[in-house]
């Protein structure tokens, strides 16, 4: 097929474009949001609870643009390594700390819409939120 008309050509182009951009947002979240950080240091199986997942589908759904999980499930080594509360969910796999990769997305807007998909808490700090399925959530909060 020989394409003559220009605009036709551009379009064509655009189309392809959008479809790989669709593709590598795709393979960003399963790249770095289920596969990688879903899995505890070490052990090759997922920990994080099926409710915490559908939470999420549900927010990468809305937000439309890929969402960086920056951690999941955590080992109590793990979980001591970076500073994590005693008890904090992310031992349980009810927790997700996570950022969405553009720009026009704020942490307290993603938050707001995390409460919408499921999540019972958000917790705001400098440089993502946490979100957790905690029985009695407390909905949106301020790390201090
Ligand atoms: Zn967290």
Redesign the pocket.
């Known amino acids: 097929m020989k394409i003559r008309d220009v605009r036709l050509k551009v379009i064509f182009i655009c189309l392809i474009l959008a479809f790989c951009g669709f593709l590598w947002g795709d393979w960003t979240i399963q790249k770095r949001g289920r596969i990688a950080e879903f899995e505890p240091r070490g052990i090759h199986e997922l920990k994080i609870q099926p409710r915490v997942m559908e939470c999420l589908e549900r927010l990468r759904t809305r937000v439309k643009y890929p969402i960086i999980v920056t ?1 999941g499930y955590r080992t109590e080594e793990h979980n001591e390594e970076v500073g ?1 509360a005693p008890h ?3 031992l349980k796999g009810m ?3 996570c950022v969405v990769n553009d720009p026009d997305w704020s942490l307290n807007a993603l938050a707001s819409e995390g409460l919408k998909c499921g999540f019972s808490t958000a ?1 705001i ?1 400098s440089t ?1 939120v ?3 399925i905690r029985e009695k959530g407390l909905g949106i909060r301020y790390a201090k």
Request: glycine fraction near 8%; avoid cysteine; proline fraction near 0%.
């Open positions: 951690s994590g904090s969910y992310h927790a997700i700390d917790i700090y993502h946490h979100f957790d």
